[in-house]
């Protein structure tokens, strides 16, 4: 199995993710082909800097002009209303604040200075106080011309974002206007973050534990300590420490991305290296590199044995009066929205009632939105929730050229040894209908071209 191991002693932010993944060979062109696609007047600076003497890739965000700022720059320079650099160049020798390029308001136009003159004498853009709803950041990515599963992929960080924020101000997560994290800059990370991981062509992201940093940063809010509510709510059950560094470390972003790709965290496994790549932090700290690494290789066979465990929220509602027809199409509407599995169970119910129980697993970060979907599309008056452990083989992807047309095939392992393989229906569905084959004959030729080696990995 394919791995890539992030090791975190620097902590971790958006911009250093994306500077791990161009040093490690995710192709710039890639990166830069994304940014345009948002369409959101933003574009990437890359540069190769040294961070304590240690070479790395540093990813600057310009939106509209402007580069994004560490957030302590940004808030000392709205407070001083001093103007804010525009078309600046970047070598890796920055003005010393936290390393993140973590933009702290979401903004039309970035650090907009309300009310102050900005440069050239010229009035201030219009700030935008509360900033963009999770339902138009959804739509953006929706939008862009990438591919489909790295928007489901940007969508669920900036969901991951939205159940955090939610709980640190008591609200619900469609009234989070991202402060903290919806900011141009943090568009262009994320959806960046999605595409990259995914060209990193790996079965797996795994985690070391994380350096967070300490002390306190300024931000809308005021000051707060390190690390920030936000990025600690995201890094529940997560391994965590401090190496005495006085600074934020692991941004919201950072940790946002992490909670949503790594499947778990551990120290450095047992693998067989194939490359490595470093992508640097903002500030040069003295007597320590500030780097994000990520290692890419194959896990040996004592690794690859373990079963993985993770917690899923499991969601359950009782239905006794609505439309059977309803009911399938409420399946398919769950599953669409990133639900990891639907089913019901026949029950009866009071009065002699038959009834259906809906069974619904997800992400704990998905929870809240499917709760919703469930409540508005059919007629239960509860939703119960619970958090559950489950154990799952590693699996991966493999693609099978038959006849009529290529199909996808999902494998899983224990012990370094496949046990379980099955044609992808849906493949096999279109081909059928498009063929006018039995729709088993496609789902037993696939399974043939496997079983004779007839694979294309993923």
Known sequence: MRIAYLDCFSGISGDMFLGALLDAGVPAQLLEDTVKALDIGARLEISHVKRNGMGATKVDVYAHGEKDLPREEYWERRKQRKPLPRHAEHHGHGPAGAHANQTVELLEHNYAMGDATSRAGAPAPHEHKHGRRLKEIRETIGRAAINEAAKTTAIAIFEALGVAEAKIHSTDIENIHFHEVGAVDAMVDIVCAAVGAQALGVDEIVCSPLNVGGGTVQCEHGTLPVPAPATLELLKDAPVYSSGIQAELVTPTGAAIVKTLAKRFTTFPAMKIEKSGYGAGTRDFPGHANVLRITVGEVQPEWAAKVSQETISVLEANLDDLNPQVFGYVMDRLLEEGALDVFGMPVQMKK????????????????????????????????????????????????????????????????????????????CRRIAAEHHVPLKSVMQEAVQKYLLGDTTKH
């Open 352 to 427: 002699n009632r038959p009834g259906m129980v809906l069974t619904v697993l997800c992400k704990p970060e998905d929870a809240s939105r499917l709760t919703e979907l469930i409540f508005k599309e059919t007629t239960t008056l509860g939703v119960r929730q619970r958090e559950e452990k489950r154990q799952v083989l590693a699996r991966k992807w493999v693609t099978v050229a038959t006849r009529w047309g290529d199909v996808r095939l999902k494998l899983a392992s224990m012990n370094g040894t496949v046990t379980n393989y099955a044609p992808e229906y849906e493949d």
